[in-house]
């Protein structure tokens, strides 16, 4: 049997992130809920309604898959896989087609049954490089770097 508190953080990521039911926000999330999210914070339910509807805009066949959950008295650690086609247009980039993969890092506190403040570790990079929104190491947009024709 579940924790209670993981049992509320994998219903937020099945429900509401992978099959886009922000009703049940209210249910999972306090309304003082802080989200410290490395493309912008985010405050109670209705902030984290907005961020799951931009990233579900962006990636409507959005996929989080939990490769590690650790419990430890009022926070749940996880560790993710994101995967998604971008299809809508993503923080300005216009949609691609590309199927992305990347990973982050979630700590979530949790009060009286509800998450009241998330701590968020995406590798944005990554999912950037793959929009073709940031250059790979190494390489110019238009080829090799200078430093590897040498």
Known sequence: ???GNEAVVRRLLEDVF???ST???T???AADHIGH???GDHYGPEGLRITVAEYRAAFPDLALTVEDMVTAKDKVVHRFTLRGTHSGSFM???PTG?????SGIVIDRLADGKVVESWV???ALNLMRQLGAAPTLGRTPDGPSDDHDR
Do not use: F, K
């Open 92 to 94: 300005g980039i216009p």
């Open 37 to 39: 999210d490395p493309l």
């Open 23 to 25: 009703d049940l926000l």
């Open 98 to 102: 590309r199927v992305v993969t990347t």
């Open 18 to 20: 992978n099959h886009g």
């Open 121 to 123: 570790s995406l590798d």
């Open 27 to 29: 249910g999972l999330v």
């Open 1 to 3: 049997m579940l924790d």
